[in-house]
């Protein structure tokens, strides 16, 4: 059973920057593809970005590319979300979330989840 925490969030003004981490629990993070996910209230879930085990394929939704970034540490057991250049627009409750094998931006593929955490980005 694998557990996520997220943290890192918080309150911003448009243009600054933030990073989330997700720390995982149990030996499976280190064959697990990683996903960020948002959302807003009343909306669906997003997919933000994702990156496989190994690092070698990461995947952006197009709002983000340019501005955040994401990685991993394996020795760690966390994932990273670099989030640069914030804007309004980017205010969500942020969901890290894992699946064995090879990366998704369904978040509906995606077996375990983070609690979520709030970013808040004001003009």
């Known amino acids: 059973h694998v557990q996520l925490a997220e943290s890192g969030g918080g309150t911003v003004q448009a243009g600054d920057s933030l990073r989330l981490s997700c720390t995982a629990s149990?030996?499976?993070?280190?064959?697990?593809?990683m996903g960020w996910f948002r959302q807003t209230p009343g909306k669906e879930r997003d997919f933000v970005a994702a990156?496989?085990?190994?690092?070698?394929?990461?995947d952006y939704a197009d709002s983000v590319k340019g501005r955040f970034t994401i990685s991993r540490d394996n020795a760690k057991n966390t994932v990273y979300l670099q989030m640069n250049s914030l804007k309004p627009e980017d205010t969500a409750v942020y969901y890290c979330?894992?699946?064995?094998?090879?990366?998704?931006?369904?978040?509906?593929?995606?077996?375990?989840w983070g609690q979520g955490t709030q970013v808040t980005v004001s003009s």
């Open positions: 990156i496989t085990w190994s690092s070698r394929t990461i």
């Open positions: 149990g030996r499976t993070f280190n064959s697990s593809a």
């Open positions: 979330a894992g699946k064995l094998g090879y990366y998704s931006d369904y978040d509906g593929d995606y077996e375990y």
